[in-house]
């Protein structure tokens, strides 16, 4: 009896996980119109001009090949360590440290090297702000600063080891203000300035802060908006930790002072001596904290630490953007509230001593000419973006660049989501003038550092390819059972060997590590991404295989927007997915059940009430696309949405197979409720 009861139970259970197995890599075989192609005939070889002049070689891939440790220690060896490492690697599996017994100060490496050997006059930022005010910062006039800022920290008692958050607008005190913190130890948690007062709570009571920098406000479209309210609204009647609000004045708008807490920026930096003497720290201090989606409503804060973090970026910032830095403008339009920010604005760039530009405003405004213009005005050579831009500017069209020089373009780079063909040949056409390589660069808060992308001057690139893992780096694509597929075949990206800007960890959850990223498959880093190997095994990325959307290369979770909708009062479920869009690569499209016993509500002003409550909770960059109230939600029998079904819906598609469903009429329900109107912006 015993044993039949065993039998039963064991073949329902392989019978759950089949149908669990299939709903996933159905999931990962729609989610891309990418997915029938396994051959490109486009081929763009790098120029002969371009080969002769390129920082990377073929060489590279080789000599990482034949010794992966060596390798990285001829990269490390371009820092200024202030004590060498002993051993370069320690691993076991999930944990990874790098350069062990070294020790290192990333301010002195990104500041202080440059001004010691004599670049100090060297351009670190030429700023452009939103209003069109300009400064031009040198390297030696960042240290200077940098130095002032890392004594008011130290006065305002921060030491080794503690959380700074940072929430402040694309201006150059915001990367002052990580740099001060690197300088002693201190971990930074930059929060983008797009998130809600509740979404930048939540972050800095997850990384116990001590301290918030931030401005009174930043600029965007012609106005000014707050910065300094939000962060009040954030600690008010919270039990949190923090002792004082630094405050950098950016719009003079009024905001209000809570005495004894609250500094201005300039009352305590301007006073501070302009003496600080960088200490080294272990290699494996922690540089910063960022949080990004997961697969929960709970925002991840992924660690990185000092030695290999800026190894890794500093390496592929010279290999993959092909830096001179004697005379390359370089600009990456990314937000310093994102890794991008973090690993190519800040730290790999500054160590290499490259001239950029910092740009706070939006690419509209006052203009659609402005990004344009800002490439002429300081004659930009390289350029790092988005595929939403690039998609944005296609849809502007051709008039916007024609009416600028963008001759100084030599190379450009995009990063954060898939680009498709069409978007990449735009890029290359119109932009680069047919006479850019681009690098197609493929990486994640986690990964700290590029991964996968080609090496200008060496690689013969495909239009919407990240091509292949960079020298150093082991990418796999595998099945569902963790064999690697052959070329022609899709499957799951991971990470086979440990890398120096790996992340160490999530702050606070050691377990959720372990489980998020080793756990799918042992022994291997699971990256979240789909991806297919084509004829000539080629990566081509496809976009996340779980709950995870990319709006406009944003990592947003489908959970956090749901529990966000289900927190108001009107809701009793919710069901978000990411929906193809032309424009953002994935929309935020919500499918809410209300509450019964509620009185009637109008059904836009619902809507359009539940938008503003995830703007609030979340933040703009949350902010459902669509939202559509149905009456059911489609469940398999273990209570799973079964989120592709509701993706067909979204995407205007007939509703592919339904039969794992509890109750197959369901979907019959939904398209029929929908007829009756949907609300989009
Ligand atoms: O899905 C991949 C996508 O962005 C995710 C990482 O998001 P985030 O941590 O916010 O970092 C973005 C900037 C590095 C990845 O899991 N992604 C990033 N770059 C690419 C990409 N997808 C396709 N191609 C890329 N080049």
């Not at 999930?94 to 350069?99: E, G, K």
């Not at 006059?121 to 910062?137: K, Q, S």
């Not at 003079?252 to 302009?274: C, F, L, M, N």
């Not at 059940?593 to 909770?617: C, F, M, N, S």
């Amino acid at each position: 009896m015993e044993g039949l009861r065993l039998w039963i139970l064991l073949t329902l259970l392989e019978g759950l996980f089949y149908l669990l197995r299939v709903e996933r890599w159905r999931s990962l075989t729609a989610m891309s119109s990418l997915e029938n192609l396994s051959h490109e005939d486009r081929i763009f070889p790098p120029s002969p001009e371009f080969v002769a002049q390129a920082n990377a070689q073929t060489s590279l891939y080789q000599e990482a090949a034949d010794d992966r440790l060596a390798f990285w220690s001829r990269q490390a060896d371009y820092l200024h360590w202030e004590k060498k490492w002993d051993e370069v690697l320690k691993w076991e599996v999930p944990s990874a440290q790098w350069f062990l017994g070294g020790k290192i100060n990333a301010t002195y490496n990104c500041l202080d090297a440059h001004v010691i050997a004599g670049r100090g006059d060297r351009v670190a930022f030429h700023f452009e702000g939103e209003p069109g005010d300009t400064r031009t910062i040198t390297y030696a006039q960042m240290l200077h600063d940098v130095k002032k800022a890392t004594n008011a920290l130290i006065e305002l008692g921060i030491r080794a080891g503690d959380r700074v958050a940072i929430y402040m607008p694309m201006i150059p005190e915001a990367a002052v203000a990580m740099l001060a913190c690197a300088r002693i130890g201190a971990a930074h948690s930059v929060i983008f300035g797009g998130f809600s007062a509740e979404a930048l709570k939540s972050r800095i009571l997850d990384a116990d802060a001590t301290l918030v920098i931030t401005s009174d406000g930043g600029f965007r479209k012609g106005s000014a908006f707050p910065l300094k309210p939000v962060v009040d609204e954030a600690l008010a009647g919270t039990d949190h930790n923090v002792k004082n609000v630094l405050v950098v004045k950016r719009t003079g708008q009024e905001t209000q002072w809570s005495a004894g807490r609250d500094i201005w920026w300039h009352e305590i930096v301007d006073r501070q001596s302009p003496e600080h003497i960088a200490q080294g720290f272990d290699s494996e201090q922690v540089l910063f904290i960022l949080y990004t989606s997961g697969t929960t409503a709970k925002p991840k804060g992924i660690f990185h630490t000092t030695g290999g973090y800026l190894t890794q970026t500093s390496y592929t910032h010279r290999a993959v953007f092909d830096l001179k830095p004697e005379t390359d403008v370089y600009w990456c339009t990314a937000d310093i509230g994102w890794i991008t920010g973090h690993s190519y604005v800040v730290y790999g760039p500054m160590i290499n001593g490259a001239t950029q530009v910092m740009y706070e405003g939006t690419p509209d405004s006052p203009t659609k000419h402005r990004l344009f213009q800002i490439i002429e005005k300081y004659k930009v050579s390289i350029l790092y973006t988005a595929p939403t831009l690039i998609r944005t500017w296609m849809k502007w069209g051709e008039e916007f660049p024609a009416d600028s020089d963008l001759t100084s373009l030599r190379l450009l780079g995009s990063v954060g989501e898939p680009i498709n063909p069409e978007a990449w040949m735009w890029y290359r056409e119109v932009i680069g003038g047919n006479n850019c390589p681009i690098v197609d660069t493929w990486w994640q808060t986690e990964t700290g550092g590029l991964m996968i992308s080609p090496l200008p001057g060496v690689t013969a690139t495909k239009p919407g390819s990240a091509m292949a893992a960079l020298p150093g780096i082991s990418a796999k694509v595998v099945d569902d059972e963790g064999n690697e597929v052959e070329n022609g075949n899709g499957g799951y990206l991971v990470l086979t060997e440990p890398w120096p800007a790996m992340l160490r960890g999530v702050w606070g959850e050691p377990e959720r590590y372990q489980e998020t990223y080793w756990s799918r498959f042992p022994g291997k880093y699971f990256a979240g991404d789909g991806a297919k190997l084509d004829d000539d095994g080629a990566i081509w990325l496809l976009g996340r295989v779980d709950d995870v959307m990319n709006v406009s290369g944003h990592r947003i979770s489908t959970t956090e927007v749901e529990s966000s909708l289900v927190s108001h009062h009107n809701v009793a479920e919710a069901a978000v997915v990411g929906a193809n869009d032309a424009m953002t690569g994935q929309a935020i499209v919500a499918f809410v059940i209300l509450r019964g016993g509620i009185p009637k509500v109008d059904g836009e002003e619902l809507i359009k009430d539940l938008k503003a409550h995830v703007t609030k909770e979340i933040g703009a960059i949350a902010r459902p696309k669509q939202i559509l109230v149905v009456a059911e939600l489609p469940k398999t029998r273990s209570g799973k949405i079964m989120r592709r079904l509701l993706r067909d819906v979204a995407e205007n598609r007939t509703v592919g197979d339904s039969t794992t469903l509890a109750d197959p009429n369901i979907m019959k329900l939904i398209g029929e409720g929908l007829k009756s109107g949907k609300s989009e912006d």
